[in-house]
């Protein structure tokens, strides 16, 4: 994948998810997320992980614009990191559950991804929320929140997620959401060219020990910058990540010892990340790093939405 360059990944962030453009099309924006932390459970017997998860957007946004069609249509175009076939694309799959391709539900539509996939960044689901609200926007469905996340979560377990709130408290299989308040904060993320397949991660998880007892202080993540509560994080699915792929326990190693910095593990990876008070100590702890690390990092910050 291309390299970064260290700058906000959000010059000039959307006011909100949702903007109307001349012509009756739509403009939505898909965050990206950071697992805060994360705990994760023996399966289940329908095999899937209990998760508990403090989840947070983040300013890493990919963009989609949709235009009415006459003919029925749906047509659709991806620009910047892998989308896929359009066929099994979330976005297109998404459109489809609403209606899309039905007569007067075509749509010209146009995908501009900056958030890579394969990374622990969630941003395939994120799309398909914003697919789903344009969707919803679009051909006046006047579907309720209720009813839009009954509809993501069938579409993948941690969908509905994006049609939540800034941060979340996140259980279950990832679809059970409660609001979570999270002090505002500035994140260097680091975004290499590995690869860590979620069901290797989850398979490796299963062989190794169970990890150990582990309580987030919600209090303490609303009222605090991260300076306060960073050292206790813990991503249980750090150690199966790493042995899935070496290649990023000797990444996350060197970014440690250059940012000297707590460095954090979003979903199953391979997306690292440093929590940053704000935007001044990530300039100190950038300026830290070697020119070939300072390449893969981009700075966020919370989503406002």
Not at 223 to 230: E, G, T, V, Y
Request: aromatic share 4%; proline share 9%; net charge negative.
């Amino acid at each position: 994948m291309p390299t970064h360059d260290s700058q906000l990944a959000d010059s000039s962030p959307p006011p909100g998810p949702l903007e109307v453009l001349e012509g009756g099309g739509v403009r939505v924006w898909a965050p990206a997320k950071l697992n805060l932390d994360l705990r994760v459970f023996p399966p289940r017997d329908d095999g899937f992980h209990p998760l508990d998860s403090a989840v947070v957007k983040i300013t890493l946004l990919d963009c989609i614009e949709m235009r009415p069609r006459d003919d029925g249509e749906v047509r659709f175009m991806c620009e910047g990191a892998d989308c896929g076939p359009a066929e099994s694309n979330l976005v297109c799959r998404a459109i489809r559950r609403l209606g899309g391709g039905a007569v007067g539900r075509g749509l010209d539509v146009r995908l501009v991804k900056q958030v890579p996939p394969g990374r622990g960044l969630g941003g395939g689901s994120s799309d398909a929320a914003a697919a789903l609200l344009a969707c919803n926007h679009l051909w006046d469905l006047k579907l309720s929140a209720d009813e839009l996340s009954a509809v993501a979560a069938d579409l993948g377990s941690d969908v509905p997620l994006f049609l939540g709130p800034p941060a979340s408290r996140m259980t279950g299989r990832g679809e059970v959401l409660e609001p979570l308040a999270v002090h505002p904060f500035a994140a260097i993320l680091c975004l290499s060219g590995l690869f860590c397949s979620t069901p290797q991660v989850y398979a490796a998880f299963d062989r190794l020990p169970a990890p150990s007892e582990y309580e987030r202080d919600a209090g303490l993540l609303a009222s605090q910058p991260p300076s306060a509560w960073r050292d206790g994080l813990r991503n249980d699915l750090l150690p199966a990540a790493e042995a899935v792929c070496p290649e990023l326990g000797d990444l996350r190693w060197r970014l440690e010892c250059q940012a000297q910095r707590p460095v954090c593990l979003t979903g199953s990876g391979s997306g690292l990340f440093i929590l940053c008070d704000d935007q001044d100590e990530a300039d100190v702890v950038l300026a830290r790093l070697d020119d070939e690390m300072r390449s893969l990092c981009v700075v966020v910050r919370n989503c406002e939405w």
